[in-house]
């Protein structure tokens, strides 16, 4: 007679190998649970990797590689200049913006916002370059939506050839003696950097 104890009920729910011991058997319940948790830990990490991807690409980068040139008219004034040859020796913003852009939006009246407070270089010059939308659009959003800065024009494919933009806002930062810096999009990380660039005066 076999001692108490000294037996084991199967499971009734327990996968079996053909031959296996019952020790190496394992109810469905467990390996359900099993294949859940890595399924869960892959997906884990995915997304961790995902976010860090995403995180790397919002902070603000050096995007402006090479020399660039591009044909840009003042839409007051109906000037046509090359850029950046025009802004030669002065320290310059440009804001690649559309009408349609919130983001774009935001940054312009955040730089407004850092002028009027002085916490930008009173020698600053800020730029805002459509990045081509009909001349007319551009000119009815600044009838009611006025910008304190010069507004500057140019065709699309040129700028996107120029520039290799990705997103919008795009921003240039010309220093003179220095290459140019360029950040994409608008976030508190930007408007720092843009302060650190180009400070007050003491």
Request: aromatic residues 6%; proline residues 9%.
């Amino acid at each position: 007679m076999p001692r108490a104890g000294g037996t084991k009920a199967i499971p009734s729910n327990a996968e079996d190998e053909p031959g296996a011991p019952y020790s190496r058997r394992l109810p469905m319940s467990s390996i359900v649970r099993t294949r859940r948790a890595f399924a869960l830990g892959v997906g884990a990490l995915a997304g961790a990797a995902a976010l860090a991807h995403l995180a790397a690409h919002m902070h603000p980068e050096p995007k402006v590689d090479g020399p660039w040139r591009l044909q840009v008219q003042d839409l007051s004034t109906g000037r046509r200049i090359v850029l950046p040859d025009e802004l030669h020796r002065q320290d310059a913003l440009i804001i690649v913006w559309a009408t349609w852009c919130a983001a774009c939006k935001t940054l312009l009246s955040e730089l407004r916002a850092n002028v009027e407070n002085g916490d930008l270089s009173p020698e600053l010059k800020i730029y805002a370059l459509n990045g081509g939308e009909p001349k007319q659009k551009v000119r009815a959003f600044l009838h009611r939506h006025p910008l304190p800065f010069p507004v500057l024009w140019a065709e699309e494919g040129d700028v996107r050839r120029s520039l290799g933009l990705r997103v919008l806002p795009f921003t240039i930062a010309l220093r003179s003696g220095e290459p140019p810096r360029g950040i994409e999009g608008e976030s508190e990380e930007a408007i720092e950097k843009i302060r650190q660039w180009f400070p007050p005066a003491s």
